[in-house]
């Protein structure tokens, strides 16, 4: 078990598997707001679904409508569970803002690896496994 | 929420005092100055919000805007709107599919019940939402952005939708970015050597500046001229505004430049003795053949051909209605503009030949965020170098960019003849 800490963009308590990306992820045109599943053939995590998950990459890029992606992912209840960044920009913390979804930022997202089991508990405390 | 500092009235909007919308609102301004490290809140004179086309909106963006309105969120300071995806009024005219048409005016509807002003421009500063030198606003379009930074010498960052809608609602956003001193300095300083003389000339160089600068501060120094443009008592009013128009366009378009100085335009140029940075890089540009080359396919034929990118001025209606009298469009000649512009022009009369020749002229929206798919064009003609940016990604067409005169040729002829 190993415990990070981070600064809440978006506060709230979540728990899932970590899906990681050691790429920066574009909302718009890179995750489909119908399915919850990475389109982008060229990213990484092409082909897997974010629902429930704890959506772990570096920063966001791309077009500022993709906020409004995790908005449509919220209310389709297919949202990642909370993401974490290593810095978060203006896209995702709109989108994360305006669908109430968890964000931390600040973390070396190296320590966490996908498929580990992650808590996000108050104050930008995040567990990693166990 | 780190060092931000928040009035009592800021915090009686993130308490929830003023209402579940305002709220909403607050909660996101001060997330954002969380994140850029802003000091403050600093009151804003006007807001212009991006995020209208149902196009890049889509059933999301409209349900969050339903949410908002019906929290009961509303704009406290003058707010317009980005151009729409449609004609709101002639856009049975154009083509525009129904089901398109019903859920573009739900988000019209939204606006309007959070309190904005339905004038769907990315040329606010042209139909009375002119912000002085010196101050704040939150306006999303890159072009008017740029516009207002560089020209008007008001402050603004690039805001997304919600976060302008944000600002409108609280009448305040967070200080940081181009609101401060420091980040308007001068990162690039450019020596024009090329003389420049049409509007597609500044553009051109915009799209050359944007590509040095990317994200950077340019300050321009136009050593080839025209000597004209230095020390205009009122550039944005002045014959030149659709070179300018044209330049600040190009250079947010391909590039992320927020703020462009021009010496002797811009005013800052002419205020500050600390304008440039202290590492901030020399460049020179000799030609405009690189934009002109980059910004041109192949095509010697062209089947669509746009005009008004950003939207067209009074001055360019009148120039098109000159260069169409009496003539006839053999493809689709389209000038895009604002509303209270092309009412303008209707009581000067300048609609009149310009419909006359077959054109057709469309206010509230942009080929960018139209329902372009499934309609059968293949070479877009223009003399927007903005416009020549975005077609082929965003409306898959292959551009020809030159001068307005030579776009109009193309219109009437069908062939492009050339752009120099």
Redesign the interface.
Known sequence: MQVLRG?V??PGKACGQALVSSEPISLLGGID?ETGIVIDPRHPLSGQSVTGRVLVFPTGKGS??G???L??LK?KGLAPAAIINAR????V??GA??SDIPVI?GIDITQIRCGDWVRIEEGGQIVVGG | MGELQLSCTDQQFLAGERGEGARLAAQLVVALGSIYGARDLVPISSVQVAGVSYRNLGEAGLEFLQSWAEAGARVRVPSMLNPAGMDLLAWQEHGIPEAFARRQQAVIEAYKRLGVTVSCTCTPYLVGMRPRHGEHLAWSESSAVAFANSILGARTNREGGPSALAAAILGKTARYGLHLDEARRATHVIDVACPLDRPTDFGALGYLVGRMAGDGVPLLRLRAGPAALARLEDPAASRWLPHLKSLTAAVAASGAVGLCHIEGVTPETRERPDLIAPQATRLAIESLRPAYEALNGAEDYVDLVSVGCPHASLGELAQVARLLRGRRTRVELWITTARATLQEAQRHGLLEPILSAGARVMADTCLVVMPMAGRGFRVLATDSAKMAVYAPAHCGLTTRFGPLEACIEAAVTGRWQGTA
């Open positions: 600064r963009i978006h707001a500022t409508v906020s409004y992606v908005y449509q209310r978060c920009e203006p896209i913390a709109v803002i305006i930022d």
